[in-house]
Every structure is written in structure tokens, then in C-alpha cells.
């Protein structure tokens, strides 16, 4: 091997080098910026910061998403499952009540919960701002199952606390899609 052909290798050696140094800055650089969103997103949620927080860290998926895409998808998928659980409590809770109210909660208004994050979850990526939109309105559910509770002088800590998770996943997710660019 003449000396030509060794500089050619050790000049093609140190690229890949500097290439790989790079990309790895970059990764971090994107990590610590996504750290800097979620910080933000949960500040967006004001009072409920803390709650915020604490779902972002007990997360898998929201802790290993690279952008405010995959975080939002997380927490939109984490808005379906909550509120097909909720759901899913509710519908029990009405069979053995026979209570309009709960019965309410656990169709429409529940139907409109999944719905509303699952809508979401199908635009993020296609129409950013509709998915902001349906994220929001998730929340409609909760608070109509509330006042239909009320009207009918109920009150079910559980069913409370549920409406209260599903309005703070609401938030987030709100918070969320809102810093997703309009063009992806």
C-alpha cells in the first residue's frame, strides 16, 4: 500500500469520525431541546405542572420520544387507553346504579373522550392544527359528565377523579400538539 492510498484511508477514517461526533451532538442537542419542550408543554398546563410532570417521567414512551410528534403521539395514545378505561368503569358503574347520569358518562360522553384523542392521534401528523383542536375538546366529555352528575345530585369521588385525569391528559395533549409546526 503506497503512502497515497494510506492518507486516502486515514483521511476517510477521520470524516467518519468528525460525521458520527456530529450526529451524535446533534442527537443530544435534539434530547436536551425535547427536555426543554416538555418543560414547557407541562408549564402550559399551569396549575396541574406537577401532574404533568410526573405522567411525562412514569411514561416510557414519552420519555424515549425524539420531537414533539412522538411525544404528542404518546400522549395522545395515552389518552385513548385512559379514556377506554374510564369508559370501561363507567359502563360497570351504570349497570349497577341504572342512573341516567352514569349512563350518559359512560356512552356519549365517553365515546366523545376516546373519539376526540383517537381524531387526534389521525391528524397529528397530517393537519397539526385539527389535532390540536380534537385534543382540546377531550375534554368536553369529562365536564359534561360532571353537570349531568350534578343535575342528578350524584357524587362519585372515582367518577370525579377520572374526569379530572382525563381533562389534565386533555390539557397536555392540547399543550402539546400546539408546538407541532403546522407543516411537518
Known amino acids: 500500500m503506497n503512502s497515497s492510498t494510506k492518507s486516502s484511508i486515514w483521511f476517510s477514517l477521520g470524516l467518519i469520525l ?10 443530544k442537542s435534539a434530547t436536551l431541546d425535547l427536555s426543554k419542550l416538555v418543560i ?7 396549575t396541574e405542572r406537577a401532574k ?14 425524539k420531537n414533539i ?12 387507553s385512559k379514556g377506554k378505561e374510564g369508559q370501561k368503569f363507567l359502563k360497570e358503574l351504570a349497570k349497577k346504579t341504572k342512573s ?8 356519549f360522553d365517553y365515546d366523545g373522550v376516546v373519539g376526540s384523542f383517537k381524531s387526534a392521534l389521525g391528524e397529528i401528523k397530517e393537519d397539526p392544527m385539527t389535532a390540536n ?14 353537570r349531568g352528575l350534578a343535575s342528578e345530585n ?9 374526569n379530572k385525569q382525563i381533562r389534565l391528559l386533555s390539557g397536555i ?12
Do not use: H, W
Open 173 to 184: 395533549a392540547f399543550a402539546a400538539t400546539n408546538f407541532i409546526p403546522n407543516k411537518i
Open 100 to 107: 341516567p347520569a352514569l349512563e350518559q358518562c359512560a356512552g
Open 69 to 80: 410528534v412522538q411525544l404528542s403521539q404518546a400522549i395522545l395514545e395515552l389518552g385513548v
Open 133 to 146: 383542536y380534537d385534543a382540546k375538546v377531550a375534554s368536553d366529555g369529562p365536564d359534561t359528565c360532571d
Open 52 to 65: 404533568c410532570m410526573d405522567i411525562m417521567r412514569s411514561n416510557p414512551k414519552m420519555l424515549s420520544a
Open 154 to 162: 350524584i357524587v362519585n369521588p372515582a367518577v370525579t377523579e377520572l
Open 40 to 46: 414547557k408543554v407541562c408549564d402550559a398546563t399551569a
Open 18 to 27: 468528525i460525521i458520527a461526533n456530529v450526529a451524535q451532538a446533534e442527537e
